[in-house]
């Protein structure tokens, strides 16, 4: 225990500011927010994906980019139906916490000593919700209110979780100085997460597991929670949201949008299958939780993440045979790597002497770790990384050389005795709205391949933090390790 202790403060005297510090850790809190927010009304429904004035900067007009994106002002983005909603969601996620069959499972060994213990069932929870909109979409069909409601309160419920990330920020934040040396419930701060500065700790996550005792609900390790249940699920709900209004809208659903929800999908249930190997990931083991992990699970996530369905919900895309196998293709290589790298760290972490992972060479640190120095993590120190960013590749993909400009023309096929052609999207008496590619092809490309981009900045950033940290943890045998397996992520290459 002496030992942990010793090794603990040494860690955090030497912590450094992440992010850029305080000034980094604010324009993040407030930058990233105005980001989901351009998003939304950039690439949209009603003039194009971007926006026509966009398009034509030295003529931009903000009365007309108002019109064109439907703002309204302020008091548009929040509503309390959309935050009823929201809070419901949550508290339905609670319950099936409390009330389904779970599996108990220890988490690795912490600094102070002793493990927590997580109750888990986040499948079971995700397929009783699923099955639930199953049955209303049988019912209903498109129309089914859920998919509706997400649709028509996309922004209002987007704002909901945003304040709901500040606001679990702020009560971790200050519940985190109740944390007492020696305590019985093994709480500890996160190292790097107490500088002293507010903003920054605020940020970053000051306690490193914060937990909540609720009435009905009993114990809730509320960044394990928030990091595999509401946000995951709620993007494939949006996912689900956009397909409906894409047959509201052409009276079909187009291969890609199916092809995109269902990658997504099986990315975000295998991830809730597995729920156990989140225990040995960096953001439990290391990372405290703040606004940086509140945000990012409860809005980045769904929000951005979901951006491809949005997209193909107003401008169909067909990919033929050839796209579908390229595509999936892509996500199968993506996936084989992520789960099986990591599977192997989960397993190895686990128990070394497992007969899978019992061949594996290894280097044995002063600390007593053991870093992994054959199999996938002697390939690169974070091959992971590289199966993640492949399968952000099939998210992408599907949406082509994407683009978009609405045009208006009158009458409505529907309301002449003809089917609704190719591209038309049901507007107001008289009035059809048709998504063409005009001069708005290519410039979507700006917004779903965002994520793409976006993710492989994020995971080259991770690599960078991860090294850090595992700099200071193992000191010399880190050199050691970075000579044995000399690439960060993509062999030969990086």
């Not at 899978?356 to 002697?378: D, F, I, M, N, P």
């Not at 391949?449 to 991770?462: E, G, P, T, V």
Request: charged content about 15%; aromatic content about 14%.
């Amino acid at each position: 225990m002496a030992v942990k202790k010793q090794a603990s403060d040494s860690a955090s005297s030497s912590h450094g500011y992440e992010f850029g510090g305080p000034i980094g850790a604010l324009g993040v809190t407030f930058g990233l927010p105005l980001v989901c927010y351009a998003f939304t009304f950039f690439c949209n429904d009603i003039s194009g994906c971007p926006a026509p004035s966009l398009l034509r900067p030295s003529t931009l007009n903000l009365k007309r980019l108002a019109d064109e994106t439907g703002w309204k002002g302020f008091g548009d983005l929040i509503n309390w139906q959309s935050l009823f909603a929201v809070t419901g969601y949550y508290l339905l996620s609670l319950t099936l916490n409390a009330v389904l069959p779970s599996q108990k499972v220890e988490g690795t060994e912490l600094l102070s000593g002793g493990r927590l213990q997580y109750r888990l069932n986040a499948f079971s929870s995700a397929v009783f919700i699923m099955v639930i909109a199953a049955a209303g979409t049988v019912a209903q069909g498109p129309n089914f209110p859920l998919w509706t409601f997400i649709y028509d309160n996309y922004v209002p419920i987007l704002t909901s979780n945003l304040i709901i990330s500040y606001a679990l920020a702020t009560f971790v934040y200050v519940r985190s100085f109740s944390v007492k040396k020696g305590n019985k419930e093994h709480r500890e701060l996160a190292l790097g997460g107490h500088t002293g500065n507010v903003i920054y700790d605020w940020f970053i996550g000051r306690e490193l597991n914060p937990r909540a005792t609720l009435p009905l609900f009993g114990e809730i390790d509320i960044k394990a929670f928030m990091e595999i249940r509401p946000g995951l699920l709620g993007w494939i709900l949006l996912d689900l949201a956009f397909v409906a209004r894409q047959y509201q809208n052409y009276g079909y659903v187009t291969d890609s949008i199916v092809l995109v929800t269902i990658v997504q999908a099986v990315y975000v249930f295998d991830a809730l299958w597995m729920e156990p190997a989140i225990l040995t990931t960096i953001d439990i083991i290391t990372d405290g939780f703040g606004f940086m992990l509140a945000f990012g699970d409860l809005v980045w996530v769904p929000f951005t993440y979901s951006i491809s369905a949005r997209y193909l919900s107003v401008h169909p895309v067909q990919l033929g045979i050839p796209g579908i196998v390229g595509v999936v293709s892509v996500q199968l290589a993506g996936y084989y790597i992520f789960r099986a790298a990591n599977n192997e760290k989960n397993v190895f972490r686990t128990d070394p002497n497992d007969p899978r992972v019992a061949h594996l060479q290894y280097l044995e640190t002063k600390s007593g770790s053991r870093l992994l120095t054959t199999g996938w993590w002697g390939r690169a120190r974070h091959i992971n990384y590289l199966g993640d960013w492949l399968m952000s590749w099939a998210y992408c993909l599907p949406t082509g050389i994407a683009g978009y400009v609405i045009t208006k023309s009158s009458p409505v096929p529907h309301l002449t005795g003809h089917a609704t052609a190719d591209g038309i999207l049901s507007g107001g008496l008289g009035v059809s709205k048709k998504a063409v590619p005009g001069d708005a092809m290519g410039w979507g490309m700006i917004f779903t391949y965002f994520y793409m981009l976006y993710f492989a900045i994020l995971l080259i950033h991770r690599e960078r933090r991860d090294e850090e940290k595992c700099k200071r943890k193992y000191g010399k045998d880190w050199e050691k390790y970075c000579e044995k397996v000399p690439y960060r992520i993509i062999p030969y290459v990086y």
